[in-house]
Structures are given as structure tokens and as C-alpha cells.
RNA sequence: GGCCCCAUCGUCUAGCCUGGUCCAGGACACCUCCCUUUCACGGAGGUAACGAGGGUUCGAAUCCCUCUGGGGUCACCA
């Protein structure tokens, strides 16, 4: 038995990619629309690094008149495909990515995303269409039953790296049909492989150039497994000739699955796409992005402070031992969110909700995102989706992988928010609010909500901040508590010397406390005028030196809004409540 | 380890293809100062990179080679 394979060693043709590169993005966007595609496996969850393939293969596509298609890879009977297996899409919704064909999608206004005339677009449900194309490669000999058991596998793979080689498969020979019968009678189930012409394999990519893989290195690989579905390879190739995808956008680490990608397109007859793959995305400390990531925190916060058990209504006793027990096991968000809360420790946003979660607009993630990996060139580095869609080509993306850093993220979006009309910031916030933050909507009445939105604009970098930092609204006034610390102390004037004569900062507080309840006008301008009335002839003009202990009083610690808008927000009944609470418990400090 | 790819400030990057205009530009971060009722914002200035070594050339961040470093991949996962 030869183990050439005469039908298809001719060389490798490149389709329409037979001619140099700058013609052939010009060609096949002027003569068909490009088709790109997003095809991830089942998640209920988008992670960011998928964020911005999925971006780069919209704007590619929709930036020159073509279509952007999802497909779902749920080949892996494994891996769940009920309907969280899709919670991504809302993800991709929500960072303004449409797709023109794939899962149906109802978008918040309604829109219905999807569809399309080359579903399903589940690959669990094109079985029949896989196997067609498999029967043909084997009625041609371009594929064959392999019986090898996983123990066989395994002990080849041993002994190749004791040769230190690297495994690769082969075709041994044909089965005669008493082996075959006698693998069948001892309960094997077969596998089919592919099998690969032997010659040197030139891939071609837009992003990484050129790169040929040695004869040998694409073996005779699995294309359909034992239990039926086909491999990731051979799906994935029917799948984009039938759905005519044009350009394959698809992250790195698929770069030299490429090489058995065009083999198989090869004896299938198929067009051949051009390829781009994309770098990964990093942590600042160069480790891979990951959903363990978040775990992994607080691993290390529960290690550091040596807590034995799991804080009030975190998780239950159960699975805290098992999580502890097993580094591999990931805690469910919600369960994450609440011990993060409750050991005081920040969760790395990995996954698109996550950042949504923290309070970052969909804009600004995707122009971020843009930014891992692609530049528009020259200076510009604020733009949005429609920019993107108009600028975006291949010839740009950078070839290094990009370390995700968060603080430029947060400044961005400090940008965009400071920068946003009040109107539009008051109804994100309100948006935001009923997804993440509803207390804050039933305890705030529709002004008072306003005002917050006001008064914390400024100085707000995510949708989160006018929540996350002015829990002290919400609270009860007897519940409120007060920070013992430094500046709390400085300002009230606890155990500090002073002049003769001089009023401390709890002097004021108290002084502030009696003027606040005769004021006729519950109003910033009123407040701020009897406050600075006040100060002028009590504290040397330093309105600083009467606004901080007011801001303890109302709000417990030294950080607030305005305080004049923190008073009308908190009402004077309240504010008086509470500072005389205030000047209560400073009494207690030493 | 085999194979493949990559390499500019701490980070994201411009410049590289078509060597000189680059003793390398922008942004974030950082430092200093200013502004200030807290926090934050804002304003002015500053520190900071062509991984190393060889070539080619009148001239190299830009072209070539070697080394070093980094990444990807070697599944009946995708």
C-alpha cells in the first residue's frame, strides 16, 4: 500500500488568493461582499478577548457591504447547548454588534437579530450535512476508520517522545473486513480520519504573513469522533464553504490548525478563505486572561486573611469546602460577587458583563478593545463603531499580544462619561440602576435621583460610581456609621492642639448644627451662604474648615458629593439626625 | 522538546513595507507644580523605549544574519 495519496498531492492552489496580496483585498471587495463570521463554542458568558474578535470580524464585513454570521460549535457533547449556552449574544448586543445571520436574537428595542437562509446555525444540528461531505471523503479514500483505543493512542504518543518525536498519526494500511469485524464484536467504535497529503503546507495569513508548515507536521487527523459529531476541523471548514464566509477572523492559537483546515478544503473541493488570526489578549502581569482569574483573587484574599469559613451569605458551608478543596472548581458569579463584597476584594472583569456590571460603556469598551490589537494609525485613538466599520482592514492589526490594562480602560471611559450630555448620563445611570443597582431606585424619588446624577457626573468614571460610592443615602440615619480614621479625626479636631479661642472642627459641627435647623431655605445656594456667613467670622473664610465636618455628619466620612447638594439630598431632617448622631459618637473618640 | 510566529517608553501604540525630515510622536500610568469644600475633574511641566551582537549603506528603529526573549501549536476541545 502506497501511502501517497495520487488523487490530491497536486500543490496546494489558493483559489482567489492566487494572486499577490494588495489585488486580492481589492478583488474580493469589489467583487463579492465579504462574509465573516463569529463561531464560538457554547457560552453563557462573552469573555473580552472574543469581544474583539467578534468586532474586528463585524467591522471587517460590514465595513464593506457584507455579512457578519454567527455560528454556534457545539460539537462537544460535553459542553451544554440549552439556552444559557447563548447568555453571549446579549453581550455582543449590547456592544452595538449585530449579526446579519446566526441565532435568533431579540434585541431590547425589539429588533429581532438572526436567522438567515444557511442555518442552523448550531453545529449539533447539521449532522446530516457533515456526514454527507464525510461519506464523500471516504467513498474517495480521502479518509478512513481508524480503531485505535484511547490506550493505543496513548502508548504511541509515549513512544514517540521517548524518540523525541513529535506523534503524528499515518494511515497503516487498509482494514480487511475480518478486522473489521472482530474491532466491531470486541465493542470499538471507530473514529474517522483525514488522510493528509504528504507535502509541505504554506499557510497564508493577512495579519502574520506567510508561514510554511514542513512536510509531516499536518498528520492524519481526526475528523469525526467516535460519537458521531465531527471535529472542530472538519465542521468548521463545510461550514464556512456552505455559508460562503470569505474571511476567517479567528484568534491565534487556530494559526497552525490552518495547515489541516486547507488540506481538508483541498479534497473537498472547497474555496479557501483568507485567513487572519489575531494575538491574545493579556494580563498586565502576563498571564492568559482567564475566567479563573476572578477565583484566583479570591483564593488568594481568603488565603492572605486566613478566614476558615465562608463570610454570612456568601456561599453555602458545601460549596465553599469544595471550592477550597479543588482549585479547578469555579464559584458561580453571583456566589463570587458576594464574597468579593464580603472580604473588601475587587473581581477582575473578564467577561464583557462584567465590565458592563462595573459600570463601562459599550463604546468605550469597543474602542478599547479596537485599541488591543489595531490602530487606525497616526494619533487618533478616540473613535467609535462606525469608525471602526470605515477603518478597519488587516493590513493594521497588530501582530503582539496585548496586555489588557484596565486603568486606561477606566480612563476612557472617565473621558466619555465627563464629556456626556447630563440628560444621556442621567438615563444610563437610570439603565444601569435597574439592572445592577434598583435600591437605589425605589429610595430615590425622581429629583432626588436627578440631583445624585448632577452632583456626581464630574466625578464619576463608570455608571457604577454615583451608586457604589454614596451607599451612605440609603442607609437608616441611626444605622449610618461613621469612619474612625485619620482624616475623620483631623477634621473634627479630635485630639488635636489649637490655638486659644479657636473652634475645632466638632465646635463648628455643632455651632453649624443649630444654624441648619432655623435656615428658612433648604437649598444649595441658601446653605452654602449661611455656611460661608458662617465661616467668614468663624473660621477665617475657610469654607473647608465648616464643610468637612458637615460632610462627616451627613454622609460619615470624608468623602462625598457636594456637600451642599449632599444636604438637599439628604433633607434636613435627616442631616440633623444624623449630625446629631454625629456629635454623639465623636464624644466616644479619645 | 519538535514545528510555526513575533520583538519601539511601565502599558496600548505611531513610525518600519517605499532607509535620511526620528538624539523616535501620541495616549494611559508615574513624578513636580497650580487650581480646589472632600473625592474626583482640570491646567502647566517632567521622567521614560527602538532586546543584544554582527553586517549592508555616506546614513538603519527602518534592510540582512546570529543570539536572546516572548507567544502559539503539537486531543476523539474548540
Not at 90 to 99: A, F, Q, S, Y
Not at 219 to 234: A, L
Not at 519 to 542: C, F, I, N, R, V
Request: proline share 5%; charged share 25%; with cysteine.
Amino acid at each position: 500500500m502506497s501511502t501517497v495519496i495520487p488523487t490530491f498531492t497536486a500543490v496546494c492552489t489558493f483559489g482567489y488568493l492566487a494572486v499577490p496580496e494588495r489585488q486580492v483585498s481589492a478583488m474580493t471587495t469589489e467583487t463579492l461582499p465579504p462574509v465573516t463570521r463569529f463561531a464560538p463554542s457554547p457560552s453563557g458568558h462573552l469573555h473580552v478577548g472574543g469581544a474583539r474578535t467578534a468586532l474586528f470580524a463585524w467591522a471587517f464585513a460590514k465595513g464593506r457591504g457584507g455579512r457578519f454570521v454567527i455560528r454556534i460549535e457545539d460539537t462537544d457533547q460535553k459542553r451544554s447547548s440549552d439556552a444559557a449556552s447563548v447568555g453571549f449574544l446579549k453581550d455582543l448586543e449590547w456592544l452595538g454588534i449585530r449579526w446579519d445571520e446566526g441565532p435568533e436574537f431579540t434585541a431590547p428595542d425589539g429588533t429581532v437579530v438572526g436567522g438567515g437562509p444557511n442555518g442552523p446555525y448550531f453545529q449539533s444540528e447539521r449532522l446530516a450535512i457533515y456526514n454527507r461531505y464525510l461519506e464523500q471523503l471516504l467513498v474517495e479514500g480521502k479518509a478512513y476508520e481508524a480503531w485505535d483505543t484511547a490506550e493505543e493512542l496513548d502508548a504511541m504518543r509515549k513512544a514517540a517522545m521517548a524518540r523525541k518525536e513529535a506523534f503524528r498519526y499515518r494511515y497503516r494500511g487498509a482494514v480487511s473486513d475480518a478486522e473489521r469485524a472482530a474491532f466491531l464484536a470486541e465493542g470499538r467504535q471507530p473514529v474517522i480520519r483525514f488522510r493528509s497529503p504528504e507535502r509541505d503546507i504554506t499557510i497564508h495569513d493577512e495579519v502574520l504573513g506567510d508561514a510554511t508548515l514542513p512536510l509531516g507536521e499536518v498528520d492524519d487527523f481526526v475528523i469525526r469522533k467516535k460519537d458521531g459529531f465531527p471535529t472542530y476541523h472538519f465542521a468548521v471548514v463545510v461550514d464556512d464553504e456552505l455559508m460562503g464566509v470569505t474571511h476567517v477572523l479567528r484568534a491565534q492559537e487556530h494559526f497552525t490548525n490552518t495547515a489541516k483546515h486547507m488540506v481538508l478544503q483541498d479534497a473537498l473541493g472547497f474555496r479557501r478563505p483568507v485567513y487572519g488570526h489575531l494575538s491574545i489578549i493579556k494580563n498586565p502581569d502576563d498571564s492568559k486572561m482567564s475566567k479563573r482569574d476572578k477565583d484566583k483573587v479570591l483564593r488568594k484574599a481568603v488565603h492572605d486573611r486566613a478566614v476558615t469559613e465562608p463570610p454570612m451569605g456568601t456561599v453555602s458551608v458545601e460549596e465553599w469546602s469544595q471550592w477550597l478543596g479543588d482549585a479547578n472548581i469555579q464559584l458561580e458569579l453571583e456566589g463570587a460577587i458576594r464574597l468579593g463584597e464580603a472580604l473588601g476584594v475587587q473581581l477582575p472583569e473578564i467577561n464583557v458583563d462584567d465590565f458592563r456590571r462595573s459600570g463601562y460603556l459599550p463604546e468605550v469598551l469597543c474602542n478599547f478593545l479596537a485599541l488591543n490589537g489595531w490602530s487606525p494609525g497616526g494619533d487618533i485613538e478616540k473613535f467609535d463603531n462606525a469608525f471602526l466599520r470605515e477603518r478597519f482592514g488587516l493590513d493594521r492589526v497588530m501582530k503582539t499580544p496585548a496586555k489588557f490594562d484596565r486603568v486606561k480602560l477606566l480612563a476612557f471611559n472617565t473621558d466619555a462619561i465627563t464629556g456626556m450630555d447630563p440628560v444621556e448620563f442621567a438615563r444610563r445611570c437610570r439603565e444601569h440602576a435597574a439592572r445592577f443597582r434598583p435600591e437605589f431606585l425605589e429610595a430615590l424619588d425622581p429629583s432626588a435621583f436627578a440631583l445624585l446624577m448632577k452632583a456626581t457626573q464630574e466625578r464619576s468614571k463608570t455608571l457604577d460610581d454615583p451608586f457604589r460610592a454614596n451607599g451612605f443615602l440609603l442607609v437608616a440615619d441611626d444605622e449610618l456609621g461613621f469612619s474612625d480614621d485619620k482624616n475623620v479625626r483631623k477634621a473634627l479636631g479630635i485630639g488635636a492642639a489649637r490655638a486659644d479661642g479657636a473652634r475645632s472642627g466638632l465646635d463648628h459641627l455643632r455651632a453649624l448644627r443649630d444654624l441648619l435647623a432655623g435656615a428658612s431655605d433648604w437649598s444649595q445656594a441658601a446653605l452654602e451662604q449661611l455656611a460661608t456667613a458662617y465661616a467668614a467670622e468663624h473660621a477665617g473664610g475657610k469654607i473647608g474648615a465648616v464643610a468637612q465636618p458637615l460632610r462627616i455628619g451627613v454622609s460619615g466620612s470624608t468623602v462625598s458629593p457636594p456637600i451642599w447638594d449632599t444636604l438637599v439630598l439628604v433633607g434636613r431632617d435627616r442631616a440633623l439626625r444624623r449630625i446629631d448622631r454625629c456629635i454623639a459618637w465623636s464624644a466616644t473618640l479619645a
